[in-house]
């Protein structure tokens, strides 16, 4: 049977990586998004955010409970899981499947499906990713100095992934490009 792979993009909150998949995705063959269950609140600008499930704390920890994600985490006072029925189903009829997830989750992914999955990291620099939060204007300066610490701790991670894309400032074109390539050619 032909099995799908997994395409894992992660990388700092702030480095625009739902603005490179929203830009690369017309152009991705044979690809599903399997929508991120969260118990996040959504987002008040007005994003459509249809790579998101919003859940309750109680559901979340009932699919935890149940075995029913491959990976979750706990991150800036939201959990956020991957579910498993859709991941696998997926697999199964040779699709492959992009996911935008955490570090942590990533690996977690890696680890229960090594042949299968490709680990992408989207980075930028520090003060565009700062500039970029701020821009939001969606988190208090608690929050985003928070969110600055954690970046810088993962960006010296990325060299543990498979491809590592840059999202230049103004330039997710190019980006997305890469992530098209990346994709399309594995």
């Not at 007005?46 to 559901?59: A, H, L, M």
């Not at 680990?119 to 988190?139: C, D, G, H, M, T």
Request: with cysteine; glycine share 6%; net charge positive.
């Amino acid at each position: 049977m032909n099995k799908g792979k997994i395409f894992i993009i992660s990388g700092p909150s702030g480095v625009g990586k739902g603005t490179v998949i929203d830009l690369a995705k017309p152009d991705l063959l044979n690809f599903v998004q399997i929508p991120t269950i969260t118990t996040r609140q959504k987002r008040i600008d007005g994003r459509i955010e249809k790579d998101r499930q919003f859940v309750s704390q109680k559901e979340f920890f009932k699919l935890i409970k149940n075995n029913q994600l491959v990976e979750y985490n706990y991150y800036d006072g939201n959990y956020y899981g991957t579910p498993r029925q859709n991941l696998e189903k997926t697999l199964k009829k040779g699709k492959n499947i992009l996911l935008e997830i955490d570090i942590g989750g990533a690996n977690k992914i890696k680890q229960q499906y090594p042949k299968n999955s490709i680990l992408i990291f989207i980075w930028a620099k520090i003060r565009q990713i700062e500039r970029r939060l701020r821009k939001r204007e969606q988190n208090t300066e608690s929050q985003i100095q928070k969110r600055l610490a954690t970046a810088k701790k993962e960006l010296k991670k990325k060299n543990q992934f498979d491809f590592n894309i840059e999202n230049k400032e103004n330039k997710p074109e190019i980006a997305a490009q890469k992530l098209i390539e990346i994709c399309n050619f594995r």
